[in-house]
């Protein structure tokens, strides 16, 4: 097989709750997302997906994503995208850096694979573990009466697993915190998610009021790894790091450092799902626990986050994000979707959803 075409498009996914807050003033209504579509000499064709969380979450931006993806698709002409190793030498031969662009291709080419096999994309990770999983809810930042009523509203939903959006004043913070902690129950998780948003010394007074919570996870309390050590070594509360960790490598040297129990793992950060399941078997090894879920996305990225977490074992996985419950847009039909907060990977070969081409409208550009 090899590829002959690839085709690049853009669409807007607006937050279907208005306004998306996090720590450090960063509030996202609407993002651009870019949608790769790979075709080949045998008729079959696979679809991935990107989208940053704005210019300032991480070193990533919906624009550097498109300009980075027009700048390596030439490459790929004429690759057989079933080999995956293959087309991740030709992804840096042609472009260093820029693994979040990177990832779009990358699972274009799993859904290929599975296509080309007569299979799903989670028997190809490894194996089918589990037929569903829990999905959590972020909670934006707000103040505390705000984020319990949409606690409690989520709760009549189904969902019993929270991320709280903190990270601004350490003492509000730790309300938020306490009185979403008495909204809920015993079987609830709570993960108060500061976004490194925290100098160290608030990160430190926020810990400490923190620990009587013994339903609460901590994640990424700060901006830097040596910083996110420096409260990990002073807290019992378990600890889950995030953007900090942005590679094999970090997560190696932060678990070694004794630095956290989970990982939060965002597909787009590792190249996609090559480099995610590599990741995911580590921390495995290691006996982390890891979120699955990407930077933000539709239906193609959940489909992708579905399949890495259904061949991921139950006892490992601590939560996973559908991020097309949290948009109004849906280019696969809403594929797939949650039911009352569990999620379940598509069964059909590859991905396991259908595309709808008309709603994305014209190709932003095309290499062959």
């Known amino acids: 097989m090899k590829i002959t075409n690839i085709e690049v498009y853009g669409y807007e996914l607006s937050y279907r709750h208005g306004s998306y807050v996090m720590s450090g003033g960063q509030v996202v209504s609407s993002l651009p997302s870019t949608v790769v579509r790979i075709l080949t000499d045998e008729g079959l064709d696979g679809w991935g997906e990107v989208c940053p969380l704005g ?24 690759k057989d995208p079933t080999n995956l190793s293959a087309i991740h030498i030709a992804m840096n031969n042609a472009l260093r850096g820029h693994s979040y662009a990177k990832s779009a291709i990358d699972v274009a080419c799993w859904d290929l694979f599975g296509k080309a096999l007569n299979t799903d994309v989670a028997t190809l990770l490894g194996g089918r573990l589990q037929e569903s999983f829990p999905l959590y809810k972020a909670v934006p930042l707000g103040s505390a009466t705000e984020m319990q009523s949409y606690v409690l509203a989520c709760k009549d939903e189904g969902v019993r697993h929270f991320q709280l959006k903190i990270g601004a004043d350490p ?3 730790a309300n938020r915190v306490k009185l979403i902690f008495e909204s809920t129950d015993d079987d609830d998780y709570i993960i108060a998610d500061a976004n490194g948003g925290w100098r160290l010394q608030d990160a430190m007074i926020a810990a400490k009021l923190l620990e009587p919570f013994d339903r609460v996870f901590f994640e990424e309390p700060c901006k830097t790894l040596e910083e996110c050590l420096y409260v990990r070594k002073h807290t019992h509360l378990p600890m889950v790091l995030d953007e900090v960790i942005t ?37 495995d090894s290691l006996g982390l626990r890891v979120t699955i879920e990407d930077t933000w996305g539709g239906d193609l990225v959940t489909a992708a986050v579905s399949h890495l977490a259904a061949s991921t074992k139950a006892d490992q996985t601590l939560t996973v994000s559908f991020m097309n419950d949290w948009n109004n847009e849906h280019i696969a039909g809403y594929q797939p979707r949650s039911v009352r907060s569990t999620g379940s990977a598509p069964t059909a070969p590859g991905l396991g959803i259908e595309i709808d081409i008309k709603a994305l409208g014209k190709p932003l550009f095309i290499a062959n």
């Not at 004794?258 to 597909?267: F, V």
């Open 247 to 283: 590679d094999e490598n970090t997560m190696l040297r932060a678990f070694y450092s004794e630095g956290m129990e989970a990982i939060n793992l965002k597909i787009s950060k590792f190249a996609g799902l090559t480099g995610s399941k590599l990741v995911r078997d580590i921390a």
């Open 55 to 78: 210019p300032l979450y991480l070193s990533s931006h919906a624009g550097g994503a498109r300009a980075a993806i027009h700048e390596i698709i030439p490459s790929l002409i004429g």
């Open 171 to 173: 003492y509000e913070d």
